[in-house]
């Protein structure tokens, strides 16, 4: 079982930036795949970034490329969202993920386990 808890959302202006983190409960955070999502208001979930269990593979949505990085400490637990140059379509709750499988990792079935959500709001 892996408990995850997600902080660092907030109001910031268009062009700010924000850096998300996930905390993960257990010692076998590096047996897990972490994966970002948002889900906007009435619309699905959405893929936004990925990264394997060791940290050496990387995975983002087009919308997001060249703007937003994932990063993880596996001695730490944590993994990490930083988003720059944020734009007001990026108004989301986010949410991280952990699943044990080390493909497939833009979609939702990879994970196994969800947090509750952090709130990131861009103003124009």
């Known amino acids: 079982q892996v408990q995850l808890v997600e902080s660092g959302g907030g109001l910031v202006q268009a062009g700010g930036s924000l850096r998300l983190s996930c905390a993960a409960s257990?010692?076998?955070?590096?047996?897990?795949?972490m994966g970002w999502f948002r889900q906007a208001p009435g619309k699905e979930r959405e893929f936004v970034a990925a990264?394997?269990?060791?940290?050496?593979?990387?995975y983002y949505a087009d919308p997001v490329k060249g703007r937003f990085t994932i990063s993880r400490d596996n001695a730490k637990n944590t993994v990490y969202l930083q988003m720059n140059s944020l734009k007001p379509e990026d108004t989301a709750v986010y949410y991280c993920?952990?699943?044990?499988?080390?493909?497939?990792?833009?979609?939702?079935?990879?994970?196994?386990?969800w947090g509750q959500g952090t709130q990131v709001t861009v103003s124009s």
């Open positions: 993920a952990a699943g044990t499988v080390n493909y497939g990792l833009q979609y939702k079935f990879a994970y196994d386990y």
């Open positions: 257990g010692r076998t955070f590096s047996s897990y795949a």
């Open positions: 990264i394997s269990r060791s940290g050496g593979s990387t």
